[in-house]
């Protein structure tokens, strides 16, 4: 894959409890020089990131409820209001892990439909990412999430926070959520640190990868170490 085609893949990510504003500002500036796709944040950066980023046509992201997912839907609700309203064309958002375990269907529905209520409202749409965070589940219970996503109609379901010991992005995750969601989009993401594991990620079906190490990954490719 060329660098052109892989940029457009790539959600450059900031996500350390530990940044500062003057990271977010690099964050952005690499991710206009390099034309990556989005840049998903935490909440709090959302306004700086979409000041940064204004007019230069790559996206802003707002993270909803991240890692655990354990927040009540009415805060998901309102943590995605405030994010759009800061400036987020994009939020990713981490499902109830308990509502997927438990096979809380009529839960997990309410949550991610409520959500995706609040992004669906605005003009334009603004996408919606739903973290399961894959590493962490069964295989029923990725069937069951996958199942009720692609029900909903989500945007995205995306593999995983990044943030979790269980794992990352998995090839077979990909595949798995490909088949199971098919009316939704495929972000990878945890773990992703070469260009290698990004290709075959994107080659397994994978619509959009989120990394921290995107620079690295195109700079491999300039380079032609992959």
Known sequence: MTEETIVKYIDHTLLKSTATSEDIKKLCREAKEYKFFAVPVNGRWVSLAADE???????????????????????????????????????????????????????????????????????????????????????????????????????????????????????????????HAPNCKIKASGGIRTAKQAIELIQAGADRIGTSASVEIIEEIRTGKI
Do not use: W, Y
């Open 53 to 179: 980023l204004d007019g230069s046509g790559v996206k802003v992201g707002g993270v909803v409820s991240f890692p655990l997912g354990a927040d009540s839907t009415q805060v998901k609700v309102l943590q995605t209001k405030h994010a759009i309203m800061d400036g987020a064309d994009e939020i990713d958002m981490v499902a109830d892990l308990a509502m997927i375990i438990e096979k809380d269907e009529k839960s997990l529905i309410h949550q991610l439909s409520s959500v995706l209520d609040v992004c669906r409202s605005m003009k334009p749409a603004v996408i919606l990412k739903v973290i399961i965070e894959a590493a962490v589940l069964t295989r029923e219970q990725k069937f069951f999430v996958c199942e009720i996503a692609n029900k909903c109609r989500v945007d995205f379901v995306k593999t995983s926070t990044g943030m979790n010991s269980a794992g990352g992005a998995a090839i077979e995750d990909v595949l798995l959520m490909k088949q």
